[in-house]
């Protein structure tokens, strides 16, 4: 009966505690214990540079196909909090289909498969989807040769 009152109503999704997944919960691959840190992993953009490498890894191996979903989340929510941290919007983590149905700003876009969470800034209507990159680098289908590049890319457009 009152399905209109929830429709417009924003429904946040904090991915910080995913982001830190990063450094935390290390496989036992050597180079992964060395590299993947606290310190390296930092939130800066610097940092972004480590992620570039660790998914160059990620690659050449079959280990993310059997794991997709947790890499784009893991990823995707890492540098999604860098943009975050470094843009001077006031970006929060939303479900993707609860900003679709507040604002406009993503009308016309086709609906990702997965139904990501994304930053969405309530000030300047801007949406951005990260953890979609990090699912689209991953399959090797990014129009960005890096998640370096995109992540500058975000945070001169939003700074």
Do not use: C
Request: net charge negative.
């Amino acid at each position: 009966m009152f399905d209109f009152l929830r429709k417009n109503k924003l429904v946040k999704d904090d991915l910080k505690g995913i982001a830190k997944l990063m450094y935390q919960d290390v496989s036992e691959d050597v180079w992964d214990q060395e590299n993947l840190t606290k310190r390296n992993l930092d939130f800066s953009v610097e940092s972004i540079r480590m992620i570039d490498l660790y998914t160059e890894r990620l690659l050449e191996t079959d280990l993310y196909h059997q794991h997709f979903h947790n890499f784009v989340m893991r990823i995707g929510a890492y540098i999604g909090e860098v943009i975050k941290n470094h843009s001077h919007l006031d970006f929060q983590w939303y479900e993707f289909q609860s900003v679709y149905n507040y604002s406009s700003v993503l009308h016309g876009m086709d609906q990702p498969i997965e139904p990501y969470t994304l930053l969405y800034s309530k000030k300047k209507d801007a949406a951005l989807l990260p953890l979609w990159e990090a699912a689209e680098r991953l399959k090797g289908t990014s129009t960005y040769p890096d998640f370096l590049s995109y992540v500058e890319d975000q945070i001169q457009n939003y700074s």
